[in-house]
């Protein structure tokens, strides 16, 4: 992705005969076991303690309340605590030490790159803000294998996030699509996944990843999903996870290389 094409990066791409493959990014390009969601959990925690003066109980309440309220705790803090939202970016989202963390995946790269670009337009779909996605992507090798981003903009609240149906279509007008039938969608959380699905896109994959354990700490807005949100493999995962709730997703996998095994994404991967 070109300095040029975030410079404008709200300008609609003309629509062409490929399918859209939305990637979403935080613990989807990179695996949930880098526990860079927990370390902003924590980042968000102090956030809430240090600049709402509140104590820790009352922090980790109204975090996970404006989560579950906007799907993203940072409008919650926008709209009822006028907090600069960039600032707000500057101490969590930037403030990651994902120099020491983020590392190129070999086995993600190449699947990425052996998409039929003729086929599939690539486009990473996320809640994160701009800085935070071209940085996530600098590091793990990836930055010139998307050609776009649809991001959380900051800088102009109102915020829109997923799941929130007008995210999905910002999402379609960047990416020049107006087929949904043609938008294909991955992203590890299962309210993201839904909200998809019901939408009317394609395919949207879970990927819910087999990790031993989650944490039960706040969840970084950044599309994970609530603990009683992953719900499609429960055998792997603590007894709070609900299995009665619905599927969220038109598939799950466990591991990001599976999409390469799912129908119908397998015929847009080159051998």
Same mark, same amino acid.
């Given at each position: 992705i070109t300095s040029t094409f975030f410079s404008h990066f709200k300008m609609e791409t003309p629509e062409d005969d490929r399918i859209v493959f939305f990637f979403d990014l935080d613990n989807c390009l990179y695996s949930k076991r880098n526990k860079i969601h927990e370390?902003?959990?924590?980042?968000? $925690?102090?956030?809430?303690?240090?600049?709402?003066?509140?104590?820790?109980?009352?922090?980790?309440?109204?975090? $996970?309340?404006?989560?579950?309220?906007? =799907?993203?705790?940072?409008? =919650?803090?926008?709209? $009822?605590?006028?907090?600069?939202?960039?600032?707000?970016?500057?101490? @969590?989202?930037?403030?990651?030490?994902l120099d020491s963390i983020l590392k190129p995946d070999s086995g993600v790269i190449k699947m990425i790159k052996s998409l039929d670009r003729t086929k599939v337009k690539t486009w990473i779909f996320t809640n994160a803000y701009i800085s935070h996605a071209k940085r996530c992507l600098k590091l793990l090798g990836l930055e010139d294998q998307f050609e776009g981003i649809t991001f959380c903009d900051y800088s102009s609240p109102p915020l829109v996030c997923k799941p929130h149906v007008s995210m999905f279509e910002r999402a379609m007008r960047e990416a020049g699509i107006t087929d949904k039938s043609k938008c294909f969608?991955?992203?590890?959380?299962?309210?993201? @996944?839904?909200?998809?699905?019901?939408? =009317?896109?394609?395919?949207?994959?879970?990927?819910?990843?087999?990790?031993? /354990?989650?944490? %039960?700490?706040?969840?970084?807005?950044?599309?994970?999903?609530?603990? #009683?949100?992953?719900?499609?493999? /429960? $055998?792997?995962?603590?007894?709070?996870?609900?299995? /009665?709730?619905?599927?969220? =997703? %038109?598939? %799950?996998?466990?591991?990001?290389?599976?999409? #390469?095994?799912?129908?119908?994404?397998s015929s847009y991967f080159q051998v």
């Open positions: 370390i902003m959990s924590r980042l968000i $925690h102090d956030y809430f303690v240090r600049h709402l003066n509140l104590s820790s109980e009352d922090a980790n309440h109204l975090h $996970h309340h404006y989560y579950k309220e906007y =799907g993203l705790a940072l409008e =919650g803090l926008v709209r $009822h605590h006028k907090i600069d939202p960039i600032e707000y970016n500057k101490e @969590c989202d930037d403030a990651l030490p969608f991955v992203d590890d959380s299962a309210a993201n @996944c839904k909200a998809a699905k019901e939408f =009317g896109w394609k395919v949207s994959v879970h990927l819910l990843e087999n990790v031993e /354990s989650l944490p %039960t700490s706040p969840v970084n807005p950044h599309n994970n999903p609530q603990p #009683q949100e992953a719900v499609l493999i /429960s $055998h792997n995962f603590p007894s709070s996870y609900d299995p /009665s709730l619905p599927s969220s =997703g %038109t598939h %799950t996998i466990s591991n990001l290389l599976e999409l #390469q095994q799912v129908e119908p994404l």
